[in-house]
């Protein structure tokens, strides 16, 4: 494979579609950021209001069934666009530098999930627990990726094909805490909580198998983004992939045969009958969660793309230009706000209405998504100024 290539494609340097980010993909990714906001609104100040995964569309709230399936999109797109931009980085990179890169970020992303934002959470619940959540996923699969990056690109994306496409029959495995092989499985493919020394706790929320070939795809489509592609052309082949995969997810849902847990008809209630329908299970991410949700972002970033100059754009664009520092920074703000509500009024139980009321979630959102855009924008602007400041792209 020549220098500054990777998986098996040609990258000469003529092409610097990595020297400047393209608007749509930082706009998605900072819509994304803002649905983000609106679940950790709800994780952090409406326990009392329980999602489990999948939902039951017989029990839960209307408006938080649809909350938690316009939610969904956020980690299938944050996963999917973190692969297309290792893409990017590596067209004006070698793949040595690429690896160096992937490298460095997925061990900081680890060290990140493990001792700043897992002890975020210890006070909230009753024992002290490592949370394997979104952050450390991304982190092992860009690890992952490091070595995946140098296949051939069609064996790349054949391989996230079958994990996406199949890994639901790894489902009926199920291992228990007595067997030698739980813990990697559990990391893997089955969620479940692993008992650490000293009476510590490992929840592995986003077993990775799946966006292992999340990411793996998100690379594969990366030459679609190159400056040598015509706009036409790339909208043409996100709308055939984004149309497409939402067709598939319809087709699959109705036969209800495999891909997720079966839905069903509520009767007389055509609201509820349409949840059961939408909702799937994300943890670890079904073939029927994965298929709207990233066919849904192939089809926002043509819609970002053609109206790249509007005002809408550029603000989720410059918000999107740094979502590590979002990241951290608005879970942050939102645990201080959660314990100094705790301190002041005591736990929200569901009795409590002062801090926990659902109602009030969208004036949470509206109040706090200014406030956490200033800096955040601010940060973005710092990271395109100061290039020489090699450690910002990393954050």
């Known amino acids: 494979m020549p220098p500054g290539t990777a998986g098996g494609l040609a990258a000469p340097k003529a092409t610097t579609v990595a020297s400047v980010r393209l608007a749509n993909i930082d706009a998605l990714r900072g819509f994304v950021m803002v649905l983000m906001l609106l679940d950790h609104l709800r994780?952090?100040?409406?326990?009392?209001?329980?999602?489990?995964?999948?939902?039951?569309?017989?029990?839960?709230?209307?408006?938080?069934?649809?909350?938690?399936?316009?939610?969904?999109?956020?980690?299938?797109?944050?996963?999917?666009?973190?692969?297309?931009?290792?893409?990017?980085?590596s067209v004006n990179h070698t793949v040595e530098e690429t690896t160096s890169y992937l490298l460095k970020r997925g061990f900081l992303?680890?060290?990140?999930?493990?001792?700043?934002?897992?002890?975020l959470y210890w006070g909230i619940v009753p024992q002290p627990t490592f949370w394997l959540q979104v952050i450390w996923c991304i982190g092992i699969c860009m690890i992952i990726l490091a070595a995946l990056m140098r296949l051939p690109r069609a064996v790349l994306i054949t391989l996230g094909l079958v994990l996406v496409c199949f890994h639901n029959l790894l489902d009926p495995i199920r291992l228990t805490a007595e067997n030698a092989l739980f813990p990697p499985w559990a990391m893997?493919?089955?969620?479940?909580?692993?008992?650490?020394?000293?009476?510590?706790?490992?929840?592995?929320?986003?077993?990775?198998?799946?966006?292992?070939?999340?990411?793996?795809?998100?690379?594969?489509?990366?030459?679609?983004?190159?400056?040598?592609?015509?706009?036409?052309?790339?909208?043409?082949?996100?709308?055939?992939?984004?149309?497409?995969?939402?067709?598939?997810?319809?087709?699959?849902?109705l036969l209800n045969v495999y891909g997720d847990q079966p839905w069903f008809v509520v009767e007389g209630d055509p609201v509820r009958t349409v949840i059961s329908f939408i909702s799937m299970t994300k943890y670890p991410p079904s073939l029927l969660f994965l298929l709207p949700t990233l066919g849904g972002g192939a089809l926002m970033l043509v819609l970002f793309e053609k109206i790249n100059d509007s005002r809408l754009v550029a603000a989720l664009a410059i918000f999107g230009g740094a979502p590590m520092f979002f990241y951290l920074f608005h879970l942050t703000v939102l645990r201080i706000l959660y314990h100094s509500a705790l301190a002041i009024w005591g736990p929200n139980n569901g009795a409590n209405y002062m801090f926990d009321n659902y109602n009030w979630v969208l004036v949470w959102f509206v109040a706090m998504i200014v406030p956490l855009y200033i800096p955040t924008v601010w940060y973005a602007r710092l990271k395109r100024r100061r290039r020489d400041l090699t450690w910002l792209k990393y954050f």
């Not at 490992?202 to 983004?225: D, N, Q």
């Not at 052309?233 to 996100?238: E, K």
């Open 109 to 119: 992303l680890i060290a990140i999930e493990l001792v700043y934002l897992s002890p």
């Open 43 to 89: 994780e952090t100040w409406f326990v009392s209001y329980p999602v489990t995964d999948p939902i039951n569309a017989a029990t839960i709230i209307p408006a938080i069934g649809f909350a938690r399936f316009a939610v969904s999109f956020c980690a299938p797109i944050f996963v999917a666009l973190t692969g297309l931009g290792v893409y990017l980085f």
């Open 188 to 253: 893997v493919h089955q969620r479940d909580t692993i008992a650490l020394p000293l009476g510590f706790l490992a929840k592995t929320t986003y077993p990775i198998l799946p966006w292992i070939g999340v990411i793996s795809l998100g690379f594969g489509i990366g030459p679609w983004f190159r400056g040598d592609v015509a706009p036409d052309v790339r909208q043409r082949r996100l709308l055939t992939l984004g149309f497409g995969m939402i067709a598939a997810f319809v087709l699959l849902r």
